[in-house]
């Protein structure tokens, strides 16, 4: 299939990496040209000067940017996203994104009988180096099932959870929930190293019991080495909780301790420390 790929961050050049590895043609954009160039000599295809020119013949484009105004920026105008799309194309976003922002996209595309899905991903760079992310998918059935074996590609589970919005629904959900195990991580850790114990025996044994989580398993070695140069920086953590905070807004959830963590990354922020792995919030209990 001819294919587009727009954005090409630590999640987006290994995903457009394997569709080109799945025998997709695939025309790359990244703002920051060189980083289009070094795929292409990596991967081959080509790349485009815009997004439209990029998406322009494709019967799939895949976006993969920062946040709501990234994705505005790509997506709409006279060089988005949209613009080089045909009638029948699908539009597939995978930025971690607000629900609000897909329905925009959707309706924009709607109009020139485009199709859209809201696909956020969960599995971090690792899990898009191996193709082996877990997407969650907003749409309608349809377009959802002419893109899904291209999707298959980079991902090991792809579900579709409703309409528009209801992928990045989902995905706030999944944050929500990370980061309240992290934070209890975090106070854990801190704890058993204050009170003298050696807290890599403690997560040995208690690893082994309830309080295991996907965070202590992967997670705590590193947290205890204090070492935080890699992963799911502290800044796009605290991006997606403030979509959730708005969302919350709209829909009457009380998210008391999301709400109190995302002012905890807002401090690590203004630290310095916000590009470090959003398992950094220890630091705040370490040096206060
Ligand atoms: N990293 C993870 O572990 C992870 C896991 C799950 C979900 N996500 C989500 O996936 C998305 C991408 O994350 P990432 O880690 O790949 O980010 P990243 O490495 O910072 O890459 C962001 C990409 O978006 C492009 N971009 C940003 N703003 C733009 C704009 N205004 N116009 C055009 N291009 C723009 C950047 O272009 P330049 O190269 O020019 O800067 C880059 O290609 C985010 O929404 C993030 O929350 C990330």
């Not at 025998?23 to 295809?45: F, I, S």
């Not at 790349?47 to 505005?72: H, K, M, Q, S, W």
């Not at 329905?103 to 991903?121: H, K, M, N, Q, Y």
């Not at 959802?144 to 528009?164: H, K, Q, S, Y």
């Amino acid at each position: 299939m001819k294919v587009a790929f727009i954005g090409l961050g630590n999640m987006g050049f290994p995903m457009a990496g394997h569709l080109a590895a799945g025998g997709h043609e695939v025309t790359v954009y990244n703002r920051t040209a060189a980083k289009a160039e070094a795929w292409v000599a990596k991967h081959g295809g080509a790349c485009a000067a815009t997004p439209a020119a990029a998406a322009e013949g494709t019967e799939i484009a895949f976006v993969c940017v920062g946040n709501d105004d990234d994705l505005r920026s790509v997506v709409f105008g006279a060089d988005g996203v949209l613009a080089g799309l045909a009638s029948g194309a699908i539009l597939v976003d995978h930025t971690t994104a607000s629900a609000g922002i897909a329905r925009e996209i959707a309706e924009a595309g709607g109009d020139s009988g485009i199709g859209f899905l809201d696909a956020p991903v969960s599995g971090g760079q690792g899990g898009a180096e191996g193709g082996v992310l877990t997407v969650m998918v907003g749409g309608h059935a349809a377009t959802f099932e002419r893109a899904r074996p291209v999707i298959d590609c980079f991902a090991r589970a792809v579900t579709l959870m409703g309409d528009v919005g209801s992928g990045q629904l989902t995905k706030m959900v999944n944050q929500i929930c990370i980061v309240g195990i992290i934070q209890g991580l975090s106070e854990g850790l801190d704890f058993g190293r204050r009170a003298g114990l050696d807290v890599s025996r403690v997560v040995e044994v208690i690893s082994k019991g309830a309080a295991q989580s996907w965070q202590m398993d992967n997670r705590s070695g590193t947290m205890i080495e204090d070492s935080f140069d890699f992963g799911f920086a502290a800044n796009w953590m605290r991006k997606d909780l403030r979509i959730c905070l708005d969302e919350a807004g709209r829909n009457g959830a009380l998210l008391p301790t999301a709400s109190s963590i995302e002012q905890n990354y807002g401090r690590l922020h203004e630290r310095g420390e916000g590009r470090l792995d959003n398992t950094a919030l220890i630091r705040l209990l370490r040096t206060p």
